[in-house]
């Protein structure tokens, strides 16, 4: 329900303001139904519906509607709940899971798959990807992840800049990944919005784009604002400077947000037509800046905050506080563990490396049981991330390597609960957790099927669905790479 | 076990340098990956003494006084090759006062000299906190490579054990690093084509040194310093496209020089040559992303096409704090087709033999190096850790700055939050 919000901010009704009054927020419940579509005026009924229109930048993505049913028998199962079936038997139909348990039967027609010796897991979920923003190959005319030209730039977003054409992407695919969102570089306070897309090739970035969901915001803490904007002699140049940064432009998004509100509450007394013949009140300027500020605020666009050290993540829970939004994820946390009861108090996920450390000053802490010690008290909401294109192809050895450390260091975490670091965790932090991300039937079908227990090095991924549709398939791999750049 | 680890600890640290001295050690029934002829052992035994591999076999005697370890069946394999990397030569990357890795040339390409004679090995520091992180993961020795921006040659480095010993460097080792493709780009004027022409000037200067003149591309010191790499020597040239490989193999060939590729996306494609001509590959095996036009035909299966074709090959991940990610490549060059003692080979005795160390190290044979790694299951398999790490025949004391870290807020937590 809450998830299409965001796209009202593209609406027609308000395409050039706000969803911050009650009415907007409605009209939000209304488009959740339909994300793409404008509620049109009441037809008759007898005419045909009418064409919807499609909201500026939104989804064109179709889910596989139709296609053959699938039923995946006899596999050892991973739900992404934390629950494990030996012997399971999981029914994709129509785009989504149909049933899981064992001994089912699928309809007429159902293309049965022996799975058995083989693991099955809701299809691998990455919350920190610069695929398609900075693609292989790296080179200049590519470096499209960072507007490192201002410490704020909240009013970009990453989408604009994705190239679909990333090799990485199919390479993702074959690592099992169906979902990821793709953020802005780290080198300003505030670099935009990320956004998060089926793992489908499409040549263009809407027909990838997650239905629905909401777009992230990338906030960075530490050292890299400070040294991009130090460099030059610019604020911020210390930490101090960079929290007053944050500070600052959420100030100055509250600010907009009350002229906002003002604005609204003439327009509602001028739509009440009390004066016949008034004339309509100018609404404020529309500042993209301030526009993406005031929807962290409302929660409509989540907050994905890259910051390493314990003590600044407190502190981000401060400006949090002040300013009345919630994070939803720190990103790379390798001090998250010093940290690790008041994120999970605080309903804060930690996406995390398993073992990377020591580039730089504010990663010197980094240990290679992070994950397993965020995970470890009750709430703890642990993601395996990659921020790389090499470690997106490999997340479920990523995830073995942080559950060996765990268990090495006491900790009981069998698979079945690791599994959730690159599934329904993932999907939690980006707000699709009622989609996708476990294999529960109603959701997406979003399914990869390995060639044995996957966190293995040996693991392969044999078979990839995205909404039921078979995307990958080792043993007919397609004769063309899937990228143009790759032909 | 665990006292008597550190006890043995204290005396390492003491004893470092006098491996004579060293308490004897046997390591009993193990499944013993020796990655020589003899292949894998089942349920068997590993003889140390004075540092150094006595006897391995079935059924050994323990000399009076021996540790001895249990080993229960489980693998024991040579100490592994970090790869290519900068431990001890670089703590905190981006902190330019903890690197050493690099000489920085401010002069424009056209002017600089080159400077083969930088050599980056005296300025290890074997007390680095890189140095523990990787060897209690069973990195027992690492290649430091010196690194270059803005020069083509970016000087020369050798390997080192992780020991903690300050005299780490191993003998015969030496090697020089060269750039080479659009790597080597900022040294060459922007063409790659010029790198063959200032090798050429280079060498000329070397052979004739009459003629180096007020323009020379290299010191006195240089000369001599490339003299001893045109003899013969050993230069690692990072190279990755097919195109490139040829060519600096059939130059590094006329030039009397022993060239080792590093890098190599696009190796598999010129594999029967490098084969024949018995040119080695450190290859980064999870590179198969086209990061560069000179990577355009990268792809996850190149160890194994590299390997079946008869060329030898090493693994480097090329990356100082993570250097222990080195056995994980070895794991999914094993999941994309090379034979699972090939990738062994690949993080052990071919690093050793590439290096010119392989009949000191890198395989678990009578009067090699006592570098050796009990592991907690499949050595390549990620859920698998080092139990125990010995160098030199003595125990490492499995401890690091970061488990450090982990016990004390591990047990914060668990007070905190009890389950």
């Not at chain 1, 600052?248 to 947000?257: L, S």
């Not at chain 2, 009067?367 to 299951?377: P, Y």
Request: proline share 6%.
């Amino acid at each position: 329900m809450k998830l299409a919000r965001v796209t009202c901010i593209g609406m027609a009704r308000s395409r050039w303001k706000l969803c911050l009054s009650a009415v907007c927020a409605a009209a939000a419940t209304a488009c959740a139904m339909q994300p793409q579509a404008v509620p049109g005026p009441a037809a008759p009924a007898a005419a045909p519906a009418p064409e919807p229109a499609r909201l500026p930048y939104s989804s064109t993505y179709q889910a596989g509607q139709s296609g053959t049913p699938v039923l995946i028998r006899n596999a050892t199962i991973l739900t992404g709940t934390g629950t494990r079936l030996d012997g399971g038997d999981l029914l994709l139909e129509n785009g989504r899971i149909a049933a899981i348990g064992s001994e089912l039967t699928g309809p007429d027609g159902v293309a049965v798959i022996d799975a058995n010796g083989r693991w099955v897991t809701p299809g691998l979920i990455d919350v920190h990807s610069h695929l398609g923003v900075y693609p292989s190959p790296s080179i200049n005319a590519h470096s499209d992840g960072n507007e490192a030209t201002d410490p704020v730039t909240a009013g970009v977003w990453a989408e604009h800049s994705l190239w679909p054409q990333d090799p990485g992407f199919e390479a993702a695919l074959r690592g099992g990944v169906t979902t990821l969102q793709i953020l802005p570089g780290s080198a300003n306070l505030i670099g935009g919005r990320g956004v998060t897309v089926k793992n489908v090739w499409a040549p263009t970035y809407q027909a990838m784009k997650f239905p629905g969901a909401k777009q992230g915001l990338k906030m960075a803490c530490g050292e890299n604002p400070k040294r991009v904007y130090g460099g030059r002699q610019k604020a911020p140049s210390t930490r101090m400077g960079n929290v007053a940064g944050y500070r600052q432009a959420f100030a100055d998004a509250q600010d907009y947000q009350e002229q906002w509100k003002e604005h609204e509450a003439k327009q509602a007394v001028f739509e009440a037509k009390i004066k016949p013949d008034a004339t309509p009140p100018k609404p404020p300027r529309r500042d993209l800046r301030l526009e993406t500020l005031a929807a962290a605020m409302q929660g409509d666009v989540l907050v994905h905050n890259h910051c390493y050290r314990a003590d600044e993540m407190a502190t981000m829970l401060d400006l949090a506080a002040e300013f009345g939004f919630r994070i939803s994820a720190f990103h790379h946390g390798t001090e998250a563990y010093k940290l690790a009861d008041r994120l999970a108090a605080e309903g804060v996920c930690g996406a995390l490396w398993a073992d990377w450390w020591g580039f730089k000053l504010e990663a010197y802490d980094g240990i290679q049981e992070n994950i397993a010690l965020v995970d470890y008290p009750d709430g703890g909401c642990a993601i395996v991330h990659s921020d790389s294109a090499e470690g997106i192809q490999r997340l479920n050895q990523e995830a073995a390597k942080a559950m060996t450390r765990g268990i090495r260091a006491g900790l009981d975490i069998p698979p079945e609960r690791a599994i959730r670091w690159v599934t329904s965790n993932a999907a939690r932090s980006l707000g699709i957790e009622v989609q996708t991300g476990t294999l529960e039937a109603g959701k997406m079908a979003d399914v990869v099927i390995w060639n044995g227990n996957p966190f293995s090095v040996y693991a392969l991924a044999d078979q990839v669905y995205v909404d039921g549709v078979l995307r990958f398939d080792r043993a007919h791999p397609s004769a063309k790479p899937l990228s143009d750049f790759s032909l | 076990m665990k006292i008597s680890y550190l006890v043995a600890a204290f005396a390492t640290a003491i004893l470092a340098t006098d491996a004579a001295c060293a308490q004897d050690l046997l390591i009993k029934g193990a499944r013993v990956h020796t990655v020589s002829t003899a292949g894998t052992l089942e349920n068997a035994d590993v003889l140390v003494h004075a540092g150094r591999i006595a006897e391995v076999g079935t059924g050994l005697a323990a000399p009076a006084g021996a540790s001895i370890i249990e080993a229960n069946g489980r693998a024991l394999t040579p100490g592994l090759f970090g790869g290519l990397t900068q431990i001890g030569i670089e703590e905190v990357s981006l902190e330019p006062s903890t690197v050493d890795a690099e000489l920085e040339l401010m002069a424009p390409a056209w002017q600089h000299h080159w400077r083969p004679e930088f050599d980056v090995t005296p300025a290890f520091n074997p007390r680095s906190s890189l140095v523990p992180v990787a060897r209690i993961e069973g990195m027992t020795w690492t290649m430091l490579a010196p690194l270059s921006d803005r020069s083509l040659v970016a000087g020369q480095g050798a390997a080192v054990t992780l020991d903690g010993r300050f005299d780490a460097v191993l003998n015969g080792s030496e090697s020089l690093f060269v750039n080479w493709g659009s790597a080597g780009d900022k040294g060459s004027g922007g063409s790659r084509a010029a790198q063959f022409m200032l090798f050429d000037q280079a060498i000329r200067e070397v052979r004739q040194p009459e003629t180096a003149g007020a323009d020379a591309l290299l010191l006195p010191e240089g000369r001599a310093a490339l003299k001893t790499y045109l003899a013969g020597g050993r230069v690692v040239f990072r190279a990755e496209r097919a195109s490139d490989i040829r060519q600096v193999v059939h130059y590094a060939k006329r030039h009397g020089i022993n060239p080792v590729i590093a890098g190599g996306s696009e190796a598999w494609l010129f594999a029967q040559e490098l084969a024949a001509a018995d040119v080695p590959v450190l290859l980064d095996v999870l590179d198969n992303l086209p990061g560069d036009f000179d990577r355009l035909g990268a792809r996850l299966d190149n160890a194994a096409l590299l390997h079946a074709a008869g060329v030898r090959i090493a693994f480097s991940y090329d990356d100082s704090h993570q250097a222990r990610k080195n056995r994980q490549l070895a794991g999914n060059a094993v999941a994309h087709g090379l034979p699972w003692q090939a990738a062994l080979a690949a993080i052990t005795s071919n690093p050793a033999d590439i290096f010119g160390m392989g009949n000191d190290r890198g395989r678990i044979e009578k009067g090699k190096a006592a570098d050796l790694v009990l592991w907690s299951g499949d050595p390549l398999e990620v859920t698998t850790v080092a139990d125990q790490v010995w160098i030199a025949g003595q125990p490492i004391e499995m401890r690091s700055r970061q488990t450090e870290l982990r016990d004390r807020y591990l047990e914060r937590l668990r007070s905190n939050s009890p389950r």
